[in-house]
């Protein structure tokens, strides 16, 4: 049963461009989300979070929006640079002890 | 502050025989959690630890798997008689709350 899903295996977009990574989820009790970014034969480093009470949280480049009514939170990433090519996946939990990861998004920046 | 340290970065192993996976959290993350990630596929949660302490092993199947987090070392996660079926990326994540995880290179383990 997959609780978190990622849609779209990949996505390619042009340098300087925005990315839009999208994530749904199934649990209406999840009550925190986060981003990570996988380069090949590497663990997934942290990328951004947000909380169940934000709707929208912004570090640099990077933007977590938050829609709980439609169980969906996306990722945008502006302007995307060749170097953000990787996999990228979201994870949500429930009071922070079992996370649920999608299965992932490789973004591919073609300069 | 060292990462999150994984070992072996590699491992092989035949039909039948034990795997052992160690990890070493970041210096004063006291969480551990232990994900798998088969061929195309995502994250899947395997078991959660704290210090001496199995949290949640939800994810963890019920035979064959063990994880342990002594007072002194590493997490070991544990496989015996491994099949081909285990062939994965083995994950291992540790924090300081129970947000924010941190996650080491993983062990990629091969069943011949």
């Known amino acids: 049963d997959q609780q978190v899903k990622q849609n779209s295996p990949s996505l390619s977009v042009q340098e300087g461009r925005i990315s839009i990574l999208n994530c749904d989820y199934t649990n209406s009790m999840f009550d925190y989300f986060l981003w990570y970014k996988k380069y090949p034969a590497e663990g997934p480093t942290f990328l951004i979070s947000i909380s169940s009470i934000k709707d929208k949280n912004e570090d640099g480049r990077f933007t977590v929006f938050l829609n709980k009514s439609a169980k969906h939170l996306s990722l945008h990433i502006v302007p995307s640079q060749p170097g953000d090519s990787a996999v990228y996946f979201c994870a949500a939990s429930e009071g922070g002890n079992q996370f649920y990861f999608g299965t992932g998004t490789s973004l591919t920046v073609i300069p | 502050n060292a990462g999150v340290m994984q070992n072996p970065r590699h491992l092989v192993r035949r039909r039948g025989q034990e795997a052992r996976l160690r990890c070493s959290p970041m210096k004063g993350h006291s969480h551990v959690y232990w994900y798998r990630q088969l061929p195309e596929e995502g994250l899947k949660f395997m078991v959660y630890?704290?210090?001496?302490?199995?949290?949640?092993e939800s994810g963890m199947p019920k035979e064959r798997f063990s994880a342990e987090f002594p007072k002194e070392g590493p997490s070991i996660l544990r496989i015996q008689q491994v099949v081909r079926g285990d062939s994965a990326a083995y994950f291992c994540?540790?924090?300081?709350?129970?947000?924010?995880?941190?996650f080491g290179p993983g062990t990629r383990l091969t069943v011949l």
């Open positions: 630890l704290q210090k001496e302490n199995i949290i949640d």
């Open positions: 994540a540790s924090s300081v709350t129970t947000n924010e995880q941190f």
